[in-house]
């Protein structure tokens, strides 16, 4: 072990996280090694090699532990084993060497806002009001009337409070009625969590991501949250109608940051990431990052629900985080296993969808910060329809029709095109594969030289060597309606990025001329570049790497 260091500054540097790649394997939909229909860390460890020939620095392992899979995994019953589904702690041990063998790190969910109701933590604290677990969960007395103890909504519909005869009162529940949440201003609780850190840790775990961490403190005298302005769009959930102002974000939760983040710096080579969601999401990122005693790094929903990529979105996203009075480091996903694929979101016309799909990935290799990957996003997989009677999200199906399925980016991993399965099992996957996306099948595009999954590859080995991309600072010179440009400048090396998010031509920015070595493009032919560093105009989706001489 080592201690705690002394500044972020120190921690940052040379740190095998900073400016890294991460790629998310959501464990049900990776793959299959025993054909029962559902991904197993056995089968992430047969295909690790297909994740370490991208180059990325680290995987992030959605939710493995034991539980009644309410939630999918997020609804925990012992945070210290593996579901029998996902295989054992055997396997989970076989993984992590085998990540090391590969050069990958490993980092894993941690989920402290709520357990299952099947963890034995709730089991004794709901038989009674007197018990040694009595006060780590939320618990309120009804009001005079029986209606629950405040106006708080659940994320998934409906209020957020569930009657326990047992205890005669409600407990909270800021998601499934399944998963009542933790008191986590109660210490005993916190030293409980560490706990679970530790266990981890000590298996060789390379950190943290932390999800919905701005839900894990509430405020004890259970106000009513203000209503939400009504802004014009479509609210589909009672939750939608409030502001999350006291059942979420509470300033006592930097204190438990701090805690969490000193146990975490003592192992030599780890990492701590938040998930930080919700109207406040970035100064609560912000806050939850700001210094050396708190956490890495965090990432929102700047790009994960965005109905279209902009060049105004990605300015403003970049900015927020850029300036030395920021202290923070910022992560990006463009998807992940909650989320929409992007492609679908952002590319309506299917003709344009493999020039848009390159331009994408070269701006996410751009971003200053972390870039967490998400499976198959490598291949430019596609949003799939599952039918109703497919469905397994229990938010669309509480929500059928209006909130789109989680489900459709689940879906397993497409590995052989001419296998109806894909090659991710050889039992009934759980979730139906769909034609559009076994067409972009790992096998088929690793003989495609001009691929995505190849692009994908190609373009982490450039971040991997250039500062610039990796570490430097971001200054956005043009963002127009369908232009981005900006640079990257890091100890005096720079990368120009110029980017045309439009699916028609555009002209070349007034004024801009990029010398230097074209270092990346698409959507154009390289004899295009003329001598002054310019085209005659940017081609639809065209994107370039300019690594500038010494500025």
């Not at 003329?530 to 500025?551: D, F, M, S, V």
């Amino acid at each position: 072990m080592t201690t705690p260091v002394a500044n972020q500054t120190d921690r940052e540097a040379g740190a095998w996280w900073h400016g890294a790649t991460i790629y998310q394997i959501y464990p049900r939909s990776f793959m299959d090694s025993n054909g029962d229909g559902v991904g197993d860390l056995a089968g992430i460890t047969q295909r690790l090699d297909h994740v370490a020939r991208l180059g990325v620095e680290g995987i992030w392992i959605s939710p493995f532990y034991t539980s009644p899979m309410a939630d999918f995994g997020y609804d925990i019953s012992n945070y210290c084993d593996v579901d029998p589904i996902f295989g054992t702690l055997a396997d989970f041990d076989a993984l992590v060497a085998r990540a090391g063998e590969l050069g990958l790190k490993v980092i894993v969910d941690q989920v402290y806002a709520h357990t299952s109701d099947a963890h034995p933590w709730f089991e004794e604290s709901r038989a009674s009001r007197s018990n040694s677990y009595a006060d780590w969960y939320v618990w309120a007395d009804p009001k005079p009337d029986g209606s629950p103890p405040n106006n708080w909504q659940s994320v998934f519909g409906g209020p957020a409070w569930c009657w326990d005869a047992r205890r005669g009162q409600y407990y909270l529940h800021n998601f499934l009625k399944e998963q009542p949440q933790l008191n986590v201003h109660n210490p005993k609780v916190q030293e409980a969590l560490l706990d679970v850190a530790r266990f981890w840790l000590e298996r060789g775990v390379a950190g943290f991501r932390i999800d919905a961490l701005n839900f894990t403190m509430h405020d004890p005298l259970l106000r009513d949250n203000p209503p939400a302005p009504d802004t014009g769009e479509v609210r589909t959930r009672p939750f939608d109608f409030q502001l999350q102002t006291y059942n979420q974000s509470h300033p006592d939760i930097p204190q438990f940051i701090e805690r969490l983040q000193a146990l975490i710096a003592s192992y030599s080579s780890t990492f701590s990431l938040a998930e930080v969601g919700g109207r406040n999401a970035l100064t609560e990122m912000l806050q939850f990052t700001h210094g050396p005693e708190r956490l890495d790094s965090a990432y929102g929903f700047d790009f994960l629900y965005a109905p279209a990529l902009t060049p105004a979105l990605v300015q403003q996203a970049l900015e927020a985080w850029d300036g030395p009075e920021v202290g923070g480091w910022p992560s990006w996903a463009f998807e992940n296993h909650d989320a929409p694929r992007a492609l679908s979101r952002w590319c309506a016309e299917e003709d344009m969808r493999p020039a848009f799909a390159r331009m994408k990935v070269m701006l996410f290799f751009a971003l200053r910060g972390n870039l967490i990957l998400y499976q198959g996003e490598e291949l430019g997989l596609l949003q799939d329809e599952v039918p109703f009677d497919l469905l397994q999200d229990p938010e669309a199906i509480a929500n059928w029709p209006l909130t789109l399925s989680r489900d459709g980016v689940r879906t397993p991993l497409p590995w052989v095109g001419g296998d109806a399965r894909g090659a991710f099992t050889l039992g009934l996957p759980w979730l139906p594969l769909s034609g559009q996306n076994l067409a972009r099948a790992v096998d088929r595009q690793d003989a495609d030289p001009a691929s995505q999954l190849n692009l994908t590859a190609h373009l982490q080995q450039i971040r991997k060597v250039l500062p610039a991309l990796r570490k430097g600072t971001c200054a956005v010179l043009l963002a127009d309606a369908h232009r981005l440009v900006f640079r990257r400048s890091h100890k005096g090396q720079s990368v120009l990025a110029v980017f045309n998010f439009s699916e028609a031509a555009q002209p070349w920015p007034a004024g801009l001329t990029a010398v230097g070595n074209l270092r990346a493009h698409t959507n154009f032919d390289a004899a295009q570049w003329t001598g002054e560093g310019r085209l005659a105009e940017l081609p639809p989706h065209a994107a370039i790497w300019i690594e500038e001489g010494e500025r």
